[in-house]
């Protein structure tokens, strides 16, 4: 006998994909930001600036990690209920 879970419980990899979505648009964020100034015509921001723009990428992976995750949990709790 299977149970399925819930619609709103927690699944394995979901607080990666939460946490990747809010990283990338940080990075995003950051990016908007760091751009401003060429359209404006003012100073541009140090190089560091520039460096928290990877945080796009970061999230995009961090999120990507959670999506796998997920799928290796569906295929392991798929595979379970085949067997019994």
């Not at 699944?11 to 940080?26: A, S």
């Not at 945080?55 to 798929?78: C, D, E, N, W, Y």
Request: some cysteine; overall charge positive; hydrophobic content about 50%.
């Amino acid at each position: 006998m299977t149970v399925t879970p819930h619609p709103d419980d927690a699944r394995p990899g979901d607080g990666l994909i939460k946490t990747g979505g809010i990283v990338f648009i940080l990075g995003a964020l950051a990016t908007l930001a760091t751009m401003a100034p060429l359209f404006l015509g003012t100073d541009p921001f140090p190089s560091y600036a520039w460096a928290v723009c990877m945080l796009m990428g970061v999230g995009f992976a961090i999120s990507a990690a959670g999506v796998l995750r997920s799928a290796a949990a569906q295929r392991k709790a798929a595979r379970a209920s085949q067997a019994a």
